[in-house]
């Protein structure tokens, strides 16, 4: 997914995505249990709200180039905070924890697809997914629409 909002890596999403579900299908072998159909549904809900709330993230930091000029600065602060959601969201102490799930929900991302896929969240923790990412979407529509009004041509 990171590649697919990146700059450089946009001509290879497909295989990135398709990498990505190869290597979660390769985990579920290797714990020797087959998901249910629950738990296949639960990862899909939540694998589509990761994309939504990586894209609400993506967005609400480019529109924060309406008000700040180093653009370049943001994408480079979505990395860095992109890379964080490379582990799970309990690797992390309680303090870091409480903001990649609350503040900064990277943890919604990763860790709670993971854990659906394998079983460990049911179908409630896939619509609390679903919900957070309607949240980010919203309040990322708000944000750019508050950008959008601030907005002025290079003409004036």
Known sequence: MRSCTSRSGGSTCGADVALGLALAGYAVVRLGRVPSPLALLAFAVTLG?????????????????FWFVAVENLSVLFDAVYE????????????????????????WTTT????ALTGR??????????????LALALTRLLWRAALRRYTSAGG
């Open 49 to 65: 709200s990761a994309v939504a709330l990586v894209y609400a993230i993506w967005v609400a930091l480019m529109s924060l180039a």
């Open 84 to 107: 964080a959601a490379r582990y799970p969201v309990s690797a992390y102490p309680g303090a870091l924890r409480f903001v990649f799930v609350y503040l900064v929900p990277i943890a």
């Open 112 to 115: 709670i697809p993971a854990s």
């Open 121 to 134: 969240l049911g179908p409630a923790a896939a619509l609390g997914a679903a919900g957070v990412a309607a």
